[in-house]
């Protein structure tokens, strides 16, 4: 067999090995969507002026100055509209790390306070969360059902009078399950209790209004809507006090000091626009309808395996499915291989293992949740895509469970010591 470039329509990812069946000779696919998506050409167009001729700093009083004002101020407003939120409530950041840090941190939480959170959220808040505990605040981390879900109830139960801020998160990113928001904004807002939601996997994927979930604080990420990676925004309602995490200019507001990212955020603001647009053509539905496709070939075709939380409450373009009796990096390495670009459920570093924390906390176990795939599809996806997904999937599981079976023969029942298995069941 030798070797032949295979052209793709993402960028060349190197030298493919020509294989026999014509089914596997397309290209590589990239499902990973919830990891980032790439920049729209759209998108791609209104940043070059900022890039490379439109000089200015937003801050400058000059002509070039107040031309990279009225650019930014232009991306508030399309971001803003996004959300139903006022400009003046959008603080740009560099994505939704700092807009969790800048909401979770900001909030001024005083020692003794309580936060009460999820035990499903992203790490840019569990940590921030964490940091908090260690400063004197205590954390409530409430559990969630089988389906991914938080229950308002819980978050009822867990009220104090020392409750300060409730995190709870709009769309899980492995799972992609949706979060009960608008009940736990209710229950917020009747209790005085600040709410703040990371709304990082629901932007642009279903309709987002800070209105009806009644949050006070809300974060995005552009990278996650096909804007530019190193952008995103803190939603901050009105009269609601944040103190900043950096210092030094006056900013955003006084709210986050340092000179604005103008191509980025122009950048962002145009992908807000898509995002809107996208929720009304008919997009979301065809992204739901692949997806589907994708999860019930994928369930036909292999005995064993299943998804991962609720099917009906959660973003359209994300599935997270566990296959039995397979070495879950095994199948993401094979998969990769395979021109299949994916992401598990779990974190791998020298060889050890750590199943993902969401999948743990909705009852999986380590086993399950290390034998777990999230394949996440973008408005870039093609129905071509997703059946060379279907075809590559079944493949490799089959050969990795005929792989395992025959070593289990060789090896007499011995388990292989960096193999990441483990019980199917706790
Ligand atoms: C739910 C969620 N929150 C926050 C983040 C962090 O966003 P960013 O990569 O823009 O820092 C991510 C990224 O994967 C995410 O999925």
Redesign the pocket.
């Known amino acids: 067999m030798g070797t032949r470039y295979i052209p793709a329509t993402g960028p060349n990812l190197g030298p493919v090995k020509v294989v026999r069946n014509l089914r596997q000779l397309k290209r590589s696919v990239y499902l990973d969507a919830?990891?980032?998506t790439a920049l729209l050409p759209e998108v791609y167009d209104v940043m070059v002026p900022y890039l490379l001729g439109e000089c200015g700093n937003a801050s400058s009083s000059h002509r070039h100055g107040r031309q990279a004002r009225a650019a930014l101020e232009n991306a508030r407003q399309q971001v803003a509209y996004l959300l139903n939120a006022n400009d003046s409530e959008i603080v740009f950041t560099?994505?939704?790390?700092?807009?969790?840090n800048l909401a979770i941190l900001g909030a001024q939480t005083e020692p003794g306070a309580h936060i009460i959170t999820s035990s499903i959220?992203?790490?840019?808040?569990l940590h921030a969360v964490e940091k908090l505990e260690r400063k004197g605040c205590e954390a409530t981390y409430l559990p969630v059902g089988a389906n991914g879900q938080v229950n308002p109830v819980d978050v009822f139960s867990a009220l104090r009078p020392s409750t300060r801020l409730i995190s709870i998160?709009l769309?899980?990113?492995e799972t992609g399950v949706l979060q009960p928001a608008e009940e736990i904004g209710r229950i917020a807002r009747e209790h005085g209790v600040l709410f703040h939601t990371?709304?990082?996997?629901a932007a642009g994927k279903v309709p987002i209004d800070v209105e009806r979930i009644g949050c006070d604080l809300l974060?995005i990420?552009?990278?996650?809507m096909h804007g530019p990676?190193?952008?995103?925004a803190l939603f901050v309602r009105r009269g609601v006090k944040l103190d900043p995490m950096f210092l030094g200019g006056m900013q955003e507001l006084g709210r986050r000091a340092g000179t604005e990212n103008i191509a980025g955020i122009v950048g962002f603001g145009e992908a807000a626009v898509l995002a809107r647009n996208g929720l009304k053509d008919g997009s979301l539905k065809k992204l739901a309808k692949l997806r589907d496709a994708l999860e019930n070939s994928v369930l036909l075709e292999v005995e064993d395996a299943g998804v991962n939380g609720s099917r009906n409450e959660r973003v359209p373009n994300t599935t997270n499915i566990w296959f039995g009796g397979i070495d879950g990096p095994a199948l993401l390495a094979m998969l990769d291989r395979m021109g299949v670009s994916v992401s598990g459920g779990s974190a791998c570093n020298s060889g050890a293992c750590e199943p993902s924390h969401v999948l743990i906390a909705m009852g999986l176990t380590p086993g399950r949740a290390i034998r777990s795939v999230r394949f996440s599809l973008s408005k870039q996806t093609t129905a071509e895509d997703v059946d060379f997904a279907i075809w590559q999937v079944t493949e490799a599981v089959g050969k990795l469970r005929e792989k395992e079976a025959t070593s289990r023969a060789t090896r007499n029942g011995q388990r292989h010591p960096k193999a990441c298995t483990g019980p199917e069941r706790a």
């Open positions: 919830n990891a980032t560099s994505g939704g790390t700092e807009a969790d959220e992203h790490h840019a808040g998160m769309a899980n990113n990371d709304a990082v996997q974060s990420s552009g990278h996650k990676q190193g952008t995103g």
